[in-house]
C-alpha cells in the first residue's frame, strides 16, 4: 500500500522563482549538489532541492527561451531591487 503524499502550495513573485530556478539549476543539478556540499546537513536535503527544481521546471516558461540569460539578469535586478542584496556583493 502506497502512502499519501502531503502536498503545500506556495505563491512566488515570478522573478524570485526564475532566480531560484536559476541558482538550482547551477548548484544542484548540473553540478549534483557539489557547490552546496557544506551548507548539506542531511542527504534528504539535496534531493529535496532537486523536487523544488523539478516544480519549478514545469511552472516556469522562461527556461525555454532564447532569451533565458536576459530573463534571468532582469528577474535579478528585480529581485535586488525589491529585496537588496543581504549583504552579498
Do not use: C, H, K, N
Not at 556540499?37 to 527561451?65: I, K, Q, Y
Request: aromatic content about 6%; hydrophobic content about 45%.
Amino acid at each position: 500500500m502506497t502512502q499519501a503524499i502531503d502536498t503545500v502550495t506556495l505563491t512566488l513573485d515570478r522573478a524570485v522563482a526564475l532566480v531560484l530556478f536559476d541558482f538550482l539549476a547551477r548548484t544542484t543539478d548540473e553540478m549534483d549538489g557539489e557547490p552546496l556540499g557544506a551548507a548539506l546537513e542531511d542527504p534528504a536535503e539535496l534531493p529535496a532541492l532537486w523536487s523544488l527544481l523539478s516544480e519549478l521546471e514545469e511552472t516556469l516558461t522562461e527556461p525555454f527561451a532564447d532569451d533565458y540569460g536576459q530573463r534571468v539578469a532582469a528577474a535579478r535586478r528585480a529581485v535586488r531591487a525589491r529585496y537588496g542584496t543581504a549583504g552579498v556583493p
